[in-house]
């Protein structure tokens, strides 16, 4: 049986199914898996695809679960898009990019959010009240979730974004929905949305009329899926080349690289794992000193990054709890808005290639790795497709962004969606008008 424990407390233990359907551990801590698996890459032999490497590497995690019978089904509902790896074939040194931006949001928590769908559909099937999922997002997350989750009958969304601070695009993909997803602009900040949905978590008379659930990153339903990309990268390359690629990963909540810590962690075939993050410094101020200093986020143009106190580096330090052992697991560079604009001009000149400001974090740094010597192969993490942020990219690289179909077809819906005060009344009073 595999359990699930708070990393602030090894006593408290619950399931797969209660560590998703809980999403955070009572005393405030994160979900991490009691014991993990041990993998080698030739376990894997003759699988190359994400369904089939995702039921293969996630049962160990699911032992003992309910979900363990339907993991393949779910893997087969999650994963229905790809996640290329593409030679990067002008690079100044071995490189590809993994493309995690094919889904139906055209971002990388797509994999997330539908894994999440998918088990809590199964683990909610008995259930007998409709479950109210709340999402406060910066841009990403809440179009994801609410793709995920949309014409879901046993579930409804209710997605809070600050009206005017996410790009024209992302506004449209939170937007266009309609059914079973309500979208709110909020008069005000993401932190006044994320304030609202955490007292409308501890309000006693939504209590009563509602069963709140969130999506956030920290669910254990969103971090386990997106170990199997990673997997199937690594093992891609490792046959082609026998040697282990370094990974590059744009990182803010330290969610998706997480995942690839927790893939080599398991024994795939991961060499060098290094975080690219914005002019966020609170990764990279600890990775040098030690010390764990969170602070205001500071707004950048990688937005989804804006994040000053990462939530998943307390599963990390749990995983490494000496620093100096942790310092040799991870390392990362800080990218600022100037490097990002020079980083999308320049690759779209020289390499032909179109990155969104996060993946050109990571593009960045792949420069700087070279300049310092690096050798191996290098994968650039993108997490996002660079139309979804078109007036910051076609300014820069001077030619239009080509669209996604996933993202002209969100493009084509009318909006529906109602403006919000920054208030738990406010909030209050539209969830007890419908419920
Ligand atoms: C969410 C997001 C990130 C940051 O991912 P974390 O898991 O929070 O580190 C990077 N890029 C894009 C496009 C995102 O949406």
Same mark, same amino acid.
């Given at each position: 049986?595999?359990?699930?424990?708070?990393?602030?407390?090894?006593t408290?233990?619950?399931?797969?199914?209660e560590?998703?359907?809980?999403?955070?551990?009572?005393?405030?801590?994160?979900?991490?898996?009691?014991?993990?698996?041990?993998?080698?890459?030739?376990d894997?032999?003759?699988?190359?695809?994400l369904?089939?490497?995702?039921?293969?590497?996630?049962?160990?995690?699911?032992?003992?679960?309910?979900?363990?019978?339907?993991?393949?089904?779910?893997?087969?509902?999650?994963?229905?898009?790809?996640?290329?790896? &593409?030679?990067?074939?002008?690079?100044?040194?071995?490189?590809? $990019?993994? #493309?995690? /931006?094919?889904? !139906?949001?055209? @971002?990388?928590?797509?994999?997330?959010?539908?894994?999440?769908?998918?088990?809590?559909?199964?683990?909610?099937?008995?259930?007998?009240?409709?479950?109210?999922?709340?999402?406060?997002?910066?841009?990403?997350?809440?179009?994801?979730?609410?793709?995920?989750?949309?014409?879901?009958?046993?579930?409804?969304?209710?997605?809070l974004?600050?009206?005017?601070?996410?790009?024209?695009?992302?506004?449209?993909?939170?937007?266009?929905?309609?059914?079973?997803?309500?979208?709110?602009? &909020?008069?005000?900040?993401?932190?006044?949305?994320?304030?609202? $949905?955490? #007292?409308? /978590?501890?309000? !006693?008379?939504? @209590?009563?009329?509602?069963?709140?659930?969130?999506?956030?990153s920290?669910?254990?339903?969103?971090?386990?899926?997106?170990?199997?990309?990673?997997?199937?990268?690594?093992?891609?390359?490792?046959?082609?080349?026998?040697?282990?690629?370094?990974?590059?990963?744009?990182?803010?909540?330290?969610?998706?690289?997480?995942?690839?810590?927790?893939?080599?962690?398991?024994?795939?075939?991961?060499?060098?794992?290094?975080?690219?993050?914005?002019?966020?410094?609170?990764?990279?101020?600890?990775?040098?000193?030690?010390?764990?200093?969170?602070r205001?986020?500071?707004?950048?143009?990688?937005?989804?990054?804006?994040?000053?106190?990462?939530?998943?580096?307390?599963?990390?330090?749990?995983?490494?709890?000496?620093?100096?052992?942790?310092?040799?697991q991870?390392?990362?560079?800080?990218?600022?808005?100037?490097?990002?604009?020079?980083?999308?001009?320049?690759?779209?000149?020289?390499?032909?290639?179109?990155?969104?400001?996060?993946?050109?974090?990571?593009?960045?740094?792949?420069?700087?790795?070279?300049?310092?010597?690096?050798?191996?192969?290098?994968?650039?993490?993108?997490?996002?497709?660079?139309?979804?942020?078109?007036?910051?990219?076609?300014?820069?690289?001077?030619?239009?962004?080509?669209?996604?179909?996933?993202?002209?077809?969100?493009?084509?819906?009318?909006?529906?969606?109602?403006?919000?005060?920054?208030?738990?009344?406010?909030?209050?009073?539209?969830?007890?008008?419908?419920?």
């Open positions: 049986m595999q359990y699930y424990i708070s990393t602030r407390d090894s408290h233990r619950v399931s797969l199914s560590a998703i359907a809980h999403g955070i551990a009572p005393d405030g801590g994160l979900y991490i898996p009691e014991e993990f698996p041990r993998f080698m890459a030739h894997f032999e003759g699988l190359s695809e369904p089939e490497i995702g039921a293969h590497l996630l049962a160990p995690f699911a032992e003992g679960d309910p979900l363990a019978e339907t993991l393949a089904e779910i893997c087969r509902e999650a994963f229905t898009f790809p996640a290329p790896l &593409v030679p990067l074939e002008r690079a100044p040194a071995p490189a590809s $990019v993994l #493309e995690l /931006f094919h889904g !139906p949001t055209s @971002a990388f928590k797509d994999f997330g959010a539908r894994f999440l769908a998918a088990s809590l559909e199964r683990i909610r099937r008995d259930a007998d009240r409709k479950l109210t999922i709340l999402v406060a997002t910066s841009g990403d997350t809440g179009a994801a979730v609410a793709a995920a989750f949309h014409n879901r009958p046993w579930v409804e969304v209710v997605v974004y600050p009206k005017g601070l996410v790009s024209q695009r992302q506004a449209h993909q939170l937007a266009c929905w309609g059914g079973n997803v309500r979208t709110f602009a &909020v008069r005000g900040t993401f932190d006044d949305c994320q304030r609202m $949905v955490k #007292e409308a /978590f501890l309000d !006693p008379s939504l @209590a009563e009329s509602h069963q709140l659930s969130s999506a956030n920290i669910n254990v339903g969103r971090l386990l899926p997106q170990m199997v990309y990673y997997a199937r990268a690594g093992l891609e390359l490792w046959r082609a080349t026998g040697r282990r690629p370094n990974f590059i990963i744009p990182t803010g909540n330290l969610g998706n690289a997480l995942a690839c810590i927790w893939a080599r962690h398991i024994g795939l075939p991961i060499g060098e794992i290094v975080l690219a993050t914005n002019a966020n410094q609170t990764i990279c101020d600890f990775l040098r000193t030690g010390a764990w200093n969170p205001p986020s500071v707004a950048t143009l990688a937005s989804a990054m804006d994040v000053g106190n990462p939530s998943n580096m307390e599963r990390l330090r749990s995983l490494h709890p000496q620093f100096e052992e942790l310092q040799t991870i390392s990362a560079s800080s990218v600022d808005d100037i490097e990002i604009r020079a980083t999308i001009r320049r690759d779209a000149h020289e390499l032909g290639q179109l990155w969104c400001p996060h993946t050109a974090t990571a593009a960045k740094v792949f420069r700087r790795l070279l300049a310092r010597g690096a050798k191996g192969h290098w994968v650039i993490v993108s997490t996002a497709h660079p139309a979804k942020f078109n007036d910051i990219v076609e300014a820069q690289a001077g030619r239009e962004v080509p669209l996604p179909p996933a993202l002209a077809e969100l493009l084509a819906r009318p909006r529906q969606e109602k403006e919000l005060d920054a208030s738990l009344d406010a909030l209050r009073a539209e969830l007890q008008a419908s419920a």
